[in-house]
């Protein structure tokens, strides 16, 4: 079985080879997190990040959801020949080494020139109780600060606020939170905005709310539109930017190609777009 290493691919594309140097990077790192399941966290994580790389950034994306969604949406078939994993990184903060690996040696090649990936794994359920009783809630966001040769990074985590949720909330400087227009979703924000502040003031002060992205929004629809009002006026960080329903979404993750690398041109890839710039203009 062929095995899919950091910097295979990449060298087909570009000749570059990871950078890993010492010290701390100032790399962007960006979670993307909401309790709620179903919101869209995987595609708007693999598309903002392929857009990053189709823009020239050196990007990355971790795929902390058990289920890994962005793995398959990324890698397909190949999914299940990459070499190390996120599990395997957190299997390694275990153990009492005194020279653990690098993070970039759980990186992966994928086939889009300047994006690779940190594969998830199906252990890491059953890891997060040792993580848990070990306290390496940190281990995560030190491994990131010390990790070079990337421009974007992009944090897929789990629907539910758990022990990679948390590490990630804690390893990254913003978050963004997907929203679907509906009133339980709402009242799930406002606990959700209420977990990431305690996490912000007790382990990352420099952790903001980049906003509250409205995806699979429905303009034809009065009710979407009231709550994204009301949410505006409460001062809920919305962007204006939001993102349609779109069966050319589906079709991306059956064909595990980020709309960028499928259709440039569609309608739900220019919103991507405008969303991508507007989060890079501040």
Do not use: W
């Amino acid at each position: 079985m062929a095995v899919i290493k950091a910097g295979m691919l990449r060298a087909r594309h570009s000749g570059r080879e990871p950078i890993q140097t010492k010290g701390e990077t100032t790399v962007t790192k960006r979670v993307v997190f909401n309790q709620k399941g179903g919101v869209g966290k995987t595609t708007i994580v693999c598309n903002l990040a392929a857009i990053a790389a189709a823009e020239g950034l050196r990007t990355l994306v971790i795929d902390l959801d058990t289920q890994g969604n962005a793995t398959q949406y990324l890698l397909g078939a190949r999914a299940t020949q990459v070499d190390r994993s996120i599990g395997d990184f957190f299997e390694s903060t275990l153990s009492f080494s005194l020279a653990p690996a690098p993070f970039v040696t759980y990186v992966s090649g994928t086939p889009f020139e300047n994006l690779d990936l940190v594969a998830s794994d199906p252990r890491l359920e059953e890891l997060a109780i040792k993580l848990e009783a070990k306290q390496k809630i940190y281990k995560f966001r030190d491994a990131l600060r010390k990790l070079k040769g990337y421009d974007a990074i992009f944090i897929d985590t789990p629907p539910t606020l758990n022990f990679y949720s948390r590490a990630a909330l804690i390893a990254a400087d913003s978050v963004l939170i997907p929203f679907d227009c509906d009133e339980f979703a709402r009242q799930a924000l406002y606990t959700l905005l209420a977990n990431i502040e305690e996490i912000r003031a007790d382990h990352n002060e420099e952790l903001r709310v980049e906003g509250i992205i409205v995806n699979q929004f429905q303009a034809r629809s009065k009710q979407p539109q009231r709550i994204v009002d009301e949410l505006r006026a409460e001062g809920k960080p919305v962007l204006a930017q939001m993102l349609s329903s779109s069966v050319k979404v589906k079709e991306s993750h059956e064909l595990h190609k980020p709309l960028i690398n499928l259709d440039r041109s569609h309608r739900v890839t220019q919103e991507y777009l405008s969303l991508y710039q507007a989060l890079q203009h501040g």
